[in-house]
Every structure is written in C-alpha cells, then in structure tokens.
T-cell receptor, first 111, second 115 residues
Framework: QKEVEQNSGPLSVPEGAIASLNCTYS??????FFWYRQYSGKSPELIMS????GDKEDGRFTAQLNKASQYVSLLIRDSQPSDSATYLCAVNGAGSYQLTFGKGTKLSVIP | NAGVTQTPKFQVLKTGQSMTLQCAQD?????MYWYRQDPGMGLRLIYY???????DKGEVPNGYNVSRLNKREFSLRLESAAPSQTSVYFC??????????????FGPGTRLTVL
C-alpha cells in the first residue's frame, strides 16, 4: 500500500514568515512529486512539481526533494493571508498512472 | 482554453436514483481521472483512464461506472445512488509520459448530496 503522509495541521504562521510544509512517502520507486493548493470549497490547484533531488524555486515557493529520505517539502517565503489554504502532497510511483495524495496540511497565515 | 470542465456543479438525488457526471478537457491530455473527496478522507481515486479506450478501477470503484467517450470526455455514472456517495467529485486530466513531464489538473468539482 503506497502511502503519503502529511501533518494535518493547522499550521499557523505570521504574515511575512516562512511556512514549511512536509511530506513523506513510502514508495521508494516514486518519480514525480507535486504540491497542490486547495482553498475551502474549491478544487486542488497545481503549484509545484519536482522530479529530481534538490530544490526547485518558483516565485515565493520552493519545493525540496530528498529521495534517499523519501521526503518532499514546500517552503513558502513571505507568507501572505491569501496563502491560507490546505496544501496537498501527491506522489507518482514508477510507471504508475495513479497519483497518491496525502490528506493535506491546513495552513493559516495570521495578519 | 477552459481546461477541465465538469457538469453539473451541484446535484441532489434521492436514494436509488441514477445520474451521470460529465467531464471534458481541452488540453489534449491522454489520461483522465475521477476522485471523490470527503472530510478527513482526502482525495480517493474512483476510476481512471490512462488513455482513450482504457479504464481501470481505483481505490473506491464500488457503486460507480465510467465511460471514456473519446479523448476529451470521461463520464462517471452512479447507477443506484446511496447516501454514502454524498461527496464532492473531482475530474482531472493528466499529461503523463514515463520518464517525461507530468502535470495533472483538476476540474471545479461536483457537489453531490444523496438523500
């Protein structure tokens, strides 16, 4: 059974701080890793994808992948109240057509 | 370019009624998916279609059927709705090539209540 684990939160950070969201996965063969943002009552929105070890930056977002530790994280710099949402981690196993999603971490950015 | 569209947005059914949820994508993606999302349960895969002409069961297929009508359209049918099928249903499409890029986008969702 492939598993993706996330702290459910809520994670509260003050406006302007760095929010750090973490995710671990069980399938060592996983090859693609994604972060989705989901506002309450809305559908998940893809914000980052990462395929190789290291960091990938896109604006205020940085995804970090460590395949040896089976760990992927998302850093949000200069957090804004508009970043308040649930963040879903998703992982694709080798050759699989199915993404496995974590249950999400709820982030609250306090003004 | 609308991305992934779903109809209807909301639906209320009585136990035992049937209905079909429609999904279409205009991104020329090969793969399409149906998920349900319930509080505390996260996103659970119902069925998926890796490519036109194929469909496969996901984690929670019981009580559902799917049809991949063509490359653009993937429908989900509830033959005899039950209160346990009250949920939010998301369709997604994915551009996935083994060893290549991989992106999956979601539609806006259908909120279904079964009384």
């Amino acid at each position: 059974q492939k598993e993706v684990e996330q702290n459910s939160g809520p994670l509260s950070v003050p406006e302007g701080a760095i929010a750090s969201l973490n995710c671990t996965y069980s399938d060592r063969g996983s090859q693609s890793f994604f972060w989705y943002r989901q506002y309450s009552g809305k559908s998940p929105e893809l914000i980052m994808s990462i395929y190789s070890n290291g960091d990938k930056e896109d604006g205020r977002f940085t995804a970090q992948l460590n395949k040896a530790s089976q760990y992927v994280s998302l850093l949000i710099r200069d957090s804004q109240p508009s970043d308040s949402a649930t963040y879903l981690c998703a992982v694709n196993g080798a050759g699989s057509y199915q993404l496995t999603f974590g249950k999400g971490t709820k982030l609250s950015v306090i003004p | 370019n609308a991305g992934v569209t779903q109809t209807p947005k909301f639906q209320v059914l009585k136990t035992g009624q049937s209905m079909t949820l429609q999904c279409a994508q205009d991104m020329n993606h090969n793969s399409m998916y149906w998920y349900r999302q319930d509080p505390g349960m996260g996103l659970r895969l119902i069925y998926y279609s890796a490519s036109e002409g194929t469909t496969d069961k996901g984690e929670v297929p019981n009580g559902y059927n799917v049809s991949r009508l063509n490359k653009r359209e993937f429908s989900l049918r509830l033959e005899s709705a039950a209160p346990s099928q009250t949920s939010v249903y998301f369709c997604a499409s994915r551009n996935y090539r083994v060893g290549g890029t991989d992106t999956q986008y979601f539609g806006p969702g259908t909120r279904l209540t079964v009384l």
